[in-house]
């Protein structure tokens, strides 16, 4: 008797985002074949995304790394590059500041988002270039793909899934990855 060796699965390169409209705070994440619902920024999906409105960036960003708790989860399974998430670790959202969207540590005399948080909403957290290089002041900051809160309720601008599914998507993703949230 002979049995049939699993491939595994390619490697994706491509994610897809899209909403019924732009104002949908729901949406689907496209990982080829697979259709898997996400929550979108309070603030639907816009092309002039500016720091606080809430909305998700329209646009095409890289894939770059992943952070974790690993006092609450095991660490991801993916071919990204994968960094524990400290206690002090954050991510600064101050415009005039010399570290607007890049990681800092607590305490940051600055506004900066803790990336250790009381909820489970960033015990994994997929960071995307958005504004990052270059860098405008105001454009947004700590666009991520983290884990959805229940229901799906909208985020402050970044793409949610439910923890399985960010979980799958991770074990997919190929290295220089993109993601596209359309219009």
């Not at 990681?103 to 948080?117: G, M």
Request: aromatic share 6%; proline share 8%; with cysteine.
């Amino acid at each position: 008797m002979t049995t049939k060796l699993r491939h595994p699965r390619r490697p994706v390169r491509k994610l897809g985002v899209t909403g019924l409209s732009l104002a949908a705070t729901r949406g689907k994440l496209r990982l080829g074949v697979l259709h898997l619902p996400c929550a979108l920024g309070r603030g639907g999906r816009r092309a002039g995304k500016r720091e606080g409105d809430g909305a998700t960036p329209l646009g095409t960003w890289r894939v770059r790394d992943v952070l974790y708790r690993a006092d609450r989860t095991q660490r991801p399974r993916t071919r990204l590059p994968v960094k524990e998430i400290g206690f002090n670790d954050g991510w600064c959202d101050a415009p005039g500041d010399r570290n607007y969207n890049r990681p800092v540590r607590h305490p940051y005399p600055a506004s900066a988002e803790r990336l250790w948080r009381e909820d489970d909403l960033y015990d994994i957290v997929v960071v995307l270039d958005y504004n990052l290089r270059p860098r405008v002041r105001g454009k947004g900051s700590a666009i991520f793909m983290h884990v959805a809160r229940p229901g799906y309720r909208p985020t402050e601008g970044c793409i949610a899934l439910r923890r399985a599914h960010l979980l799958r998507v991770l074990a997919r993703l190929a290295p220089g990855a993109v993601i596209r949230t359309a219009p």
